[in-house]
């Protein structure tokens, strides 16, 4: 089935993104079903992924039309808050 989701408020990515082939494709579709000040949770582990791969994570996600709340790099992830940029 292809389901279409829309008017998402908050999402959390828990040691997701990292999985999946087409990371630019996913943060579309996550920012397609999301409503502008949308939150999103986005957190990576170190042992699987770099800081540069984070990064480039992140930039899907910018590119998608997130922007960045709050960063860090807490414990045993890398962690970023995001919200969704829009009208």
Known sequence: ??????????CALPIL???????AAFFRE???????GA????????GHVT????DAELEAAFSAGF?????SCLG?????LLERVGT
């Open 51 to 54: 800081a540069s791969a984070f």
């Open 39 to 46: 939150r999103l949770l986005f957190v990576e582990p170190k």
């Open 1 to 10: 089935r292809d389901y279409k989701v829309t008017g998402v408020q908050t």
């Open 17 to 23: 993104v990292h999985e999946l082939p087409a990371t």
């Open 67 to 71: 922007k960045p709340v709050q960063s």
């Open 30 to 36: 996550v920012a397609r079903a999301s409503k502008p």
């Open 76 to 80: 045993r992830g890398h962690t970023a």
